[in-house]
């Protein structure tokens, strides 16, 4: 398995990785103006394809891109699994497509349409298990999210969670969580939050500034019907010091327990059931 992308796709095109397809006039470089997805190839397909592409391309609509026709989920899965292939990156793979606007100046009139960029990079098969060792978090303490209509795109503008990553590799954690302008949790750095109390589990609604996770989104859909109750509800950090169990979700790893917030220290009996159940 070829572990160095050899390709990368841009608007359709196969280059050699590491060949330049921006200029410096390039809105996504000068601004951030645009969406990314990072996605699990698996088996050859897309883990969770339909909520990636629903995300994006609600997304899209939201920053007043206006895709042509021939732009759609069947084109990028296309283009995707394509790359994959070519690359030697198949069964297993991480891709990240990144949507972006063209050139251009803060107030020069907007190209609708998006471009698009595709990378690819091979996994180890253990990488979709389930953490034999409990993940240490945090809180980020330098920055917070707002609660606004921004706040669960994907966006490129990902400074503050970069700044959180980095916060957690200083600080000796393998995470850290983002808090929003209440003072609430929000998410963490590459993923959604959950915890357990009592056997209920809970969550941060959207109207707290997470990121609109596609795993969260697959979790919140089939948890009731396999028998784990979820709520959506605000979470500060002094609830996860009375929480049972914590867990972090995101799409190339779907489920990972945490042992230990603040000094506390949690069990993963649930946890361990939802990976069997609904991700295993």
């Known amino acids: 398995?070829?572990?160095?992308?050899?390709?990368?796709?841009?608007?359709?095109?196969?280059?050699?990785?590491?060949?330049?397809?921006?200029?410096?006039?390039?809105?996504?470089f000068r601004y951030a103006d645009g969406l990314f997805e990072t996605m699990l190839i698996q088996k050859d397909r897309i883990r969770l394809g339909a909520n990636h592409f629903d995300r994006l391309f609600s997304g899209l609509q939201f920053l007043g891109f206006a895709?042509?026709?021939s732009f759609t989920p069947q084109l990028l899965e296309r283009e995707i699994l394509?790359?994959?292939?070519?690359n030697g990156h198949l069964p297993l793979s991480r891709v990240r497509l990144v949507a972006f606007r063209g050139e251009g100046g803060l107030f020069d009139p907007i190209d609708p349409l998006p471009h698009y960029s595709i990378e690819s990079w091979p996994l180890p098969v253990e990488s979709?298990?389930?953490?034999d060792r409990g993940l240490i978090i945090d809180v980020f303490p330098d920055g917070r999210k707002a609660c606004d209509s921004l706040a669960n795109l994907k966006s490129n503008n990902y400074l503050l969670?970069?700044?959180?990553?980095?916060?957690?590799?200083d600080h000796g954690l393998d995470d850290c969580l983002v808090l929003n302008s209440q003072d609430r949790l929000a998410d963490s750095a590459i993923a959604n939050l959950f915890y357990v109390l009592d056997g209920q589990v809970y969550t941060p609604p959207l109207s707290e500034a997470g990121v609109a996770g596609v795993m969260r989104r697959y979790l919140l859909e089939n948890m009731p019907a396999a028998g784990f109750p979820v709520h959506e509800a605000p979470v500060t950090p002094e609830d996860?010091?009375?929480?049972?169990?914590?867990?972090?979700?995101?799409?190339?790893?779907?489920?990972?327990?945490?042992?230990?917030f603040r000094g506390k220290q949690y069990i993963n009996h649930t946890t361990k059931k939802v990976y069997k159940q609904l991700i295993e």
């Open 161 to 169: 969670y970069v700044l959180a990553a980095r916060y957690a590799q």
């Open 240 to 260: 996860l010091l009375k929480a049972d169990e914590v867990f972090l979700t995101n799409a190339l790893k779907g489920i990972r327990w945490v042992a230990a």
């Open 67 to 69: 895709p042509p026709a």
């Open 128 to 131: 979709t298990d389930l953490n």
């Open 1 to 28: 398995m070829n572990s160095t992308p050899d390709w990368i796709n841009f608007d359709g095109t196969l280059l050699r990785s590491g060949t330049p397809f921006l200029t410096a006039a390039s809105r996504a």
């Open 82 to 86: 394509g790359l994959c292939a070519a």
